[in-house]
């Protein structure tokens, strides 16, 4: 278990959903000294290509590409669970969509408990079937009427 002074990082950062940050642990919600983000670069190493920690950016703020004290690269994707909201979702055929809450910045992905979504996968299956019978149905409809056309042809020809 990570001890409380792996997060004591002596300014309060707003990274705690950023998508670019490469948690430490996954045991603590908050932000760890161990912490990195992936979008941080130094101004002087060209050629680093790896994420660097949080700490380190916080300590010399000049020499890095972001500040996470006032980031303006902030990339959140949040996950919340609402079943009323996912079913509304739903009947517009959005509900595996990322909801768009501000461009480039901010995406909220709603999703229902199992049981909703279950209900209403056994509906689509349903729908669908309905959907397949009706359109055998009406195919064998057609294919009578060409029969009965054909053989109103058929009868009214004469003979040899």
């Given at each position: 278990m990570a001890s409380e002074s792996e997060y004591a990082l002596g300014h309060t950062v707003d990274c705690v959903n950023c998508q670019w940050r490469d948690k430490w642990s996954y045991s603590h919600k908050g932000v760890a000294k161990w912490d990195k983000c992936s979008i941080a670069r130094h101004k002087h190493i060209k050629e680093m290509g790896r994420s660097n920690y949080i700490k380190s950016i916080i300590e010399s703020p000049d020499s890095y590409s972001v500040n996470p004290l006032d980031c303006d690269k902030r990339y959140v994707r949040d996950r919340i669970k609402n079943n009323r909201m996912w079913v509304h979702l739903y009947f517009k055929g959005r509900e595996k969509d990322?909801?768009?809450?501000?461009?480039?910045?901010?995406?909220?992905?709603?999703?229902?408990?199992?049981?909703?979504?279950?209900?209403?996968?056994v509906a689509d299956r349903f729908h669908q079937w309905q959907d397949a019978r009706a359109l055998k149905r009406a195919e064998k409809l057609v294919e009578k009427r060409k029969t009965v056309l054909l053989t109103h042809i058929v009868k009214e020809l004469p003979r040899v």
């Open positions: 990322w909801v768009v809450i501000e461009p480039n910045k901010h995406e909220i992905l709603v999703q229902a408990s199992w049981w909703v979504r279950k209900l209403f996968g």
